[in-house]
């Protein structure tokens, strides 16, 4: 079962902002939260911010913290990153994935498989 579909990606100059969506299958957007994760060329995929859908506690790392801002539709069921002030270590691919919870130091592990990612270029 496709839990989350990504979209939204594309290419943009440094300071510039894009926002992606992180459609989710309505089960689990009633019981579980989401993270947003990404992987640069090289490099682990790591976590980013992540939501919870019932209470709305919110999560930022610092690599993105002031700059992204996680956020939820309930009646579309979608889960959006809005990314401002880019730049070019964001360049990477975005995923989301539900995720086993939300913790007082970060976003939980993530669970189920991963979508195809949505990719997030930053250039000068």
């Known amino acids: 079962e496709v839990q ?3 979209s ?3 290419s943009v100059q440094i300071g510039g902002s894009l ?6 299958s309505p089960l689990t957007f009633a019981h579980h939260a989401i993270g947003w994760f990404r992987r640069a060329p090289g490099k682990a995929r790591e976590p980013v911010a992540c939501i919870h859908s019932i ?3 919110l999560y930022y790392y610092d690599s993105v913290a002031g700059r ?3 956020s939820r539709d ?4 979608t889960v959006y990153l809005q990314m401002n002030s880019l730049k070019p270590d964001d360049t990477a691919v975005y995923y989301c994935a539900t995720i086993n919870g939300i913790m007082v130091d ?8 991963w979508g ?3 990719q997030v270029t930053v250039s000068s």
């Open 4 to 6: 989350t579909v990504e």
């Open 8 to 10: 939204g990606g594309g």
């Open 19 to 24: 926002r992606l969506a992180c459609a989710v």
């Open 55 to 57: 209470d709305g506690i």
């Open 68 to 70: 992204f801002t996680i």
């Open 74 to 77: 309930n009646a579309k069921k």
């Open 106 to 113: 970060g976003c939980g592990n993530p669970f189920g498989s």
């Open 116 to 118: 195809p990612g949505t």
